[in-house]
């Protein structure tokens, strides 16, 4: 997603109530931000905030936070925010490697990874959202049971994303290699970049993996 800087950027997302910026900084977690006891959805690059936005309003009992590490694309986001959205999400300014620093231990119930960057380069694998680093972040603040849901179109990306769960014990509850022609469908929330890739006829990955206890 290459954005133009916008002059003014970082201060607009400093003075946007729905957006929290650098939390692991603060100090402080972010699991009490919304006065009650829903549970609490993460979104991993959430870009222009559509699937976020859309998935809170079908779901006003779960807390959503959507995080955004790139500031032109975090302000792209909360420019999209309207009066008529919904209270209960946050865009969360902040690089999704420092989850453990913001939110307590086994609090998220799922996360999600929508057409997270590929990173195609074979030394450049550790820095996927799957890689086994990050797996080892989202069990800590996953709940006994909590999920991951991704999405891809991006094969490699995704047969990659399955070895490293299975490798680190993850169940996989279910995998599909053509999303928009499965039972799956269903209730299925687009993103803007899985809008792109359908119109362009491509075939969508999609995969949930629960976390095993122990
Ligand atoms: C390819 S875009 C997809 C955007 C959106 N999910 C969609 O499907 O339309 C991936 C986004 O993830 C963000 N991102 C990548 N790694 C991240 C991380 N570690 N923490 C937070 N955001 C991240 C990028 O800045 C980028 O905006």
Redesign the pocket.
């Known amino acids: 997603?290459r954005l133009r800087y916008v002059p003014g950027q970082y201060q607009y997302l400093k003075k946007c109530e729905k957006v929290i910026m650098y939390p692991e900084k603060l100090g402080y977690k972010l699991n009490h931000m919304f006065n009650n006891n829903n549970p609490i959805h993460v979104e991993?690059?959430?870009?222009k905030g559509?699937?976020l936005r859309e998935i809170a309003i079908n779901n006003p009992d779960i807390n959503y936070f959507g995080?955004?590490?790139?500031v032109k694309?975090a302000y792209r986001c909360a420019k999209n925010i309207t009066e008529d959205d919904p209270p209960n999400y946050f865009i969360v300014y902040a690089?999704?490697?420092s989850l453990k620093e913001i939110f307590e231990e086994g609090s998220i119930e799922r996360i999600y990874l929508?057409?997270?960057?590929p990173w195609p380069k074979a030394s450049h694998h550790k820095r996927r959202?799957t890689h086994k680093k990050f797996l080892d972040i989202y069990k800590a603040v996953l709940t006994d049971n909590g999920e991951i849901h991704m999405k891809t179109d991006n094969n490699d990306l995704f047969e990659f994303s399955i070895e490293q769960l299975e490798e680190d014990n993850w169940e996989l509850l279910m995998v599909t290699r053509d999303l928009h022609n499965s039972i799956y469908k269903e209730g299925n929330i687009m993103?803007?970049?899985?809008e792109k890739f359908v119109k362009e006829g491509k075939k969508i990955n999609k995969l949930v993996a629960k976390r095993k206890n122990g």
């Open positions: 997603m991993i690059g959430c870009g559509k699937f995080f955004e590490k790139d694309v690089n999704a490697e929508n057409f997270s960057d959202l993103t803007l970049y899985e």
